[in-house]
Structures are given as C-alpha cells and as structure tokens.
C-alpha cells in the first residue's frame, strides 16, 4: 500500500523592503496603493500570525526567508553601476519604477514559486517542482534563479525529487506557478487530477491588462512534471474575470483535497468545463467532486476581487477529532462584506460541505498590495519518507517564531515611502535585516528601528 501524502505549506517570508511600487500587472489592489506608505514591520508580523495559525491546525508549515534586495546585480544588469549612492539616486531620479523593481518583496507571494506534483500522481513516480520564470512582470523575473536555488536548498536530501530549471523567460513561456494550478484528490490523497489555469492567447488579449499565465507554459509545466494526459484538464480564465482584477485563478476560484468553490466568471465554456473536471475526477478517484460555483447575483466578481475571498486558504483540519472537516482562513476584508458573509453563513450550515469553521486573518499589509493568505504559501504533497528529509532549518516552530518576530521588530522599518529607496544608509540597512532573517543567529548587534 502506498504511503498516505503529506502537504506541507511553504510561505514566503515578507522582506524588509515591503513597499507599494504599483507594479503588478492587472493586480486592482497594487495600482491602488501605489506610492502610499508601507510598513514592513507590520506586513511581516502579520505574515508570520498566519504561518503560526496553520501551524496550529497540525500542517506541517516551513517558509523561505527573503532575498536580498535591493538586488544590486540586477541594477547593473539594466546599466546602473558605479558608486552605490550616486546609482540609487541616478535610478530614482530616472526612473523610479526600475528602482522599485530592484527593491520588490513580491516574493512574499510565494504561490508563485512554483508548480508541483507529487511523486503519487507523476508517471515517473517521482516529486516534481518547477520553479516559476515569472517573466510577465518587470519586477518579479528575478526571482526565478533565486527561488529555484532555495528550493533545492530545501529538498536537496529529499529522495526521488527534481527541482527543475524555469521555463524559458520568454512572453510565450510566461509562468506564474501555483496561483494557476489546483490539485484535486479523493479521500485516499493519493489519486488526483491537475487542473491548469491560462489566460487568453496573444491573438485575442483582454482589453485592459493582458494574462499573466500562458497556454504554452501551462503544458510545458504539465510535461516537465511527467503528468498523464488524462489527469490534466486545462482551462482558459474569462477576459471579464482578467479585466475585474483576476490576475491570477487563486483570487476567482480555491481548492483543497476534494473540494473546489469558483466564481461563475472564472472559466470560458463554464458549464462543459466543470463537467469535464467532474467526469475526470470521478472516473481517476471514484468519488465525487465537492464543486460549488458562486453566482455573480450572489458575489459580484468586483466584491470578489475587492474581499479576496477566493484567496482564503482552505486547510484540512489534522486532529483525531476533525474526520473529513476543513477550515477556511480568511483577510479580514471578508468581514466587511455582507455578500461574502452570508456566503460563508450557507457554506457552514450546509449538510455534506467539509468546510466547518471560518478564522479571519488581519494580512492588511499584504492585501494592500493584493495578496491574500492563498498568495502566501506555497503547497508541497509529500510522502512521509520524504518528508522527514526535507530540510528543518526551514520549518517554523515555536522557537523559530520567537527569533523571527524579534529580527522583524529590531531590523525591519516601520514605514518606507518612494523616496526612501534612493538612501543609501537605507539600503544598507535593508541589506542587512534581510541577511539577518537568513541566519537567525546572526551576532551582528541590532540597530535602531527606522
């Protein structure tokens, strides 16, 4: 009998240079704020409650620390070198949007990491990672090389495990990870489908913002993680959904196990869709699927991508008590919703849904920039062999808690605007918290809080 699948959750650590430079592609939430100020502290803080939350409920949780930025290589890289103050004011005054990208924490979204498969559902029975190029948006494609190296960092002991190379970062190729992908499993965990998410083709791109996950990558990353045909169904997003704000398909639809709740608008050719994702789920599982679609009378798809509740984090609940149960942890942006409310109200007193309780988290910091708790981390299917050999300087426990939130309070800024980013004494300072979190024992005294 194979061995029962583990999930763990992978969350990105939010860096001290959380900010709103505005520059996601089609993300409402990110134009909106543009320019405002942030605050690090807070946004990391909040981060760490919610890896404490799911940790809570008997998920094995780990996070990434962050990387260094800002990212001085890739600065030269566009041209900007020479004496480190002169090149962030020359930068700024030239072109601030660049050096926001230099600077940019949108690794905290860590759903875009990757793209994996467990060794159960892949025909070479081993587990797969594909790390994201991420070549879409000009601030996030350097993050490619440096997640794929702490990936493998992380499963460097894990046996029968690749973490591949990126797609090629080219506009055909483009690759946004897990935010467009589901795994769908029956209650043994181990027999699952893949449903796979893509925008529109180049030909016939949404009018306001264009897609941010190809067709092409979407079967490039199935192939790479030696999934079935038979096991994959793959989906084109509606331009209305791209147009409202769907940047990614985890702000119109979420799943877990055998559970899947989306938006009407999420999918073209709604109806023969969710049909073919039933038929391919009954016949690989033998069960069925738990699908509810959510009207757009009930949620308007603006309420949806302004409450983000499709981006909650849908977590089985692990206890000796909790059987088949599941809890659905929310931003508290959904509290201000009565639309979102009484949806939530329904799903709870409904007979058969798994979902039994509701936790609304405070990830202000993180929304303000439009990622929710579903943004965040990143799922891995292990099975127990394998897990004991990942990596625990990754894993997040008590202890580690502590020192985390005491790097976060002495080293991380509590406000930062544009301007800030042309400091050099700032970025210094940046510089070392982030290498700091990296350490943790790090005997470098602390300095003064910004």
């Known amino acids: 009998m194979p061995e029962r699948n583990i999930e763990i959750n992978i969350d990105g650590m939010i ?165 467009n992908h589901m795994r769908l499993c029956g209650p043994d965990g181990q027999k699952a489908i893949h449903l796979f998410v893509y925008g529109q083709s180049d030909e016939s791109m949404s009018a306001k913002f264009f897609s941010r996950q190809s067709e092409q990558a979407a079967r490039s990353v199935a192939r790479r993680m030696s999934l079935r045909d038979d096991d994959c169904v793959f989906v084109q997003q509606t331009a209305q959904a791209i147009d409202a704000g769907v940047f990614h398909n985890d702000v119109i639809a979420m799943s877990n196990g055998g559970v899947m709740i989306y938006h009407e608008l999420a999918f073209e050719n709604s109806d023969s869709t969710i049909e073919c994702i039933n038929q391919k789920f009954e016949r690989k599982t033998g069960a069925n699927l738990f699908c509810r679609s959510v009207n757009d009378s009930e949620l308007p798809i603006a309420e949806a991508v302004r409450s983000y509740l499709f981006n909650s984090q849908l977590i089985s609940v692990e206890n000796e008590n909790a059987g088949g149960d599941m809890e659905l942890i929310c931003p508290t942006n959904c509290c201000d919703s009565s639309a979102v409310s009484n949806l939530l109200r329904g799903w709870i007193e409904e007979a058969g849904n798994p979902i039994r309780g509701v936790r609304y988290m405070p990830l202000g910091q993180s929304m303000k920039n439009g ?58 300072h940046v510089v070392m918290a982030a290498k700091t979190i990296a350490s943790l024992d790090c005997s470098v005294p602390y300095a003064k809080k910004f």
Not at 374 to 400: I, W, Y
């Open 15 to 179: 860096g001290p240079t959380h900010h709103f430079g505005g520059l996601g592609v089609g993300n409402i939430a990110s134009h909106a704020s543009q320019n405002q100020i942030s605050n690090p502290r807070e946004a990391a803080l909040e981060g760490l409650a919610k890896m404490e939350r799911v940790a809570g409920l008997g998920v094995a949780q780990y996070y990434l620390p962050p990387p260094t930025r800002p990212n001085w290589q890739w600065l030269e890289t566009i041209g900007y070198s020479g004496d480190r103050r002169d090149l962030l004011r020359r930068c700024y005054d030239e072109s601030p949007r660049l050096l926001s990208a230099a600077y940019s924490s949108a690794f905290m979204w860590t759903a875009n990491a990757a793209t994996v498969a467990p060794a159960s559902d892949t025909s070479d029975g081993r587990l797969h990672l594909v790390p994201s190029n991420l070549c879409s948006n000009l601030h996030r494609g350097q993050e490619a090389a440096e997640r794929r190296d702490q990936l493998r960092q992380m499963f460097r002991e894990v046996p029968n495990c690749d973490v591949h190379e990126p797609l090629p970062s080219v506009w055909a190729l483009r690759d946004e990870g897990a935010a």
């Open 371 to 428: 990622g929710g708790p579903a943004c965040l981390r990143l799922r891995v299917m292990l099975s127990p062999t394998q897990l004991k050999e990942v990596d625990d300087r990754f894993m997040v426990t008590e202890e580690r808690l502590i020192k985390l939130r005491t790097e976060v309070n002495n080293w991380y800024p509590g406000s930062i605007e544009l301007s800030d980013l042309a400091r050099l004494d700032f970025a210094e």
